[in-house]
């Protein structure tokens, strides 16, 4: 694919940068290459910078267990337990404990995870949960 020089001194150093920076296979290779040439023509100098987290996604590193399963059902009702108090709850090792339960002491069990933040408010809704409600109070 010939790319036209005329047509890429039209653009933007910002436009270029998106298009520098676009995922793989976005643009031909071609094109891509005569941007990156542009922009060093140019001196432009490109800042890759992480797009922020959408709704929902919180880094692992960020999530504290707040317990762990056996079962999968009971790690699937704890976790809906959380999400409708309104704070993010995630189950790792889920997936392969289903697929194959003999992986389930290796892995540690069904873990819940929550935001750091919301450790403490956690462990309270699940506290919660597991009382006995014929208990006298």
Known sequence: MQVSRQ???????EDLGLI???DAGTYPD???LAVWEELAARG???????PPAAPGET???????VATFRNYVHAQFAQSRLLTSGMQAF???DNTIRIDWFWATALGFVKLRVPAGDTVEALEILRLGTADPTAPS
């Open 20 to 22: 520098a920076t676009a």
């Open 91 to 93: 189950l790792f090792d």
């Open 7 to 13: 047509k890429i001194l039209e653009f933007t150093d």
């Open 44 to 50: 432009v100098v490109v800042e890759f910078i992480d």
């Open 30 to 32: 071609e094109v891509v």
């Open 59 to 65: 880094p692992s590193e960020d999530l504290v267990t």
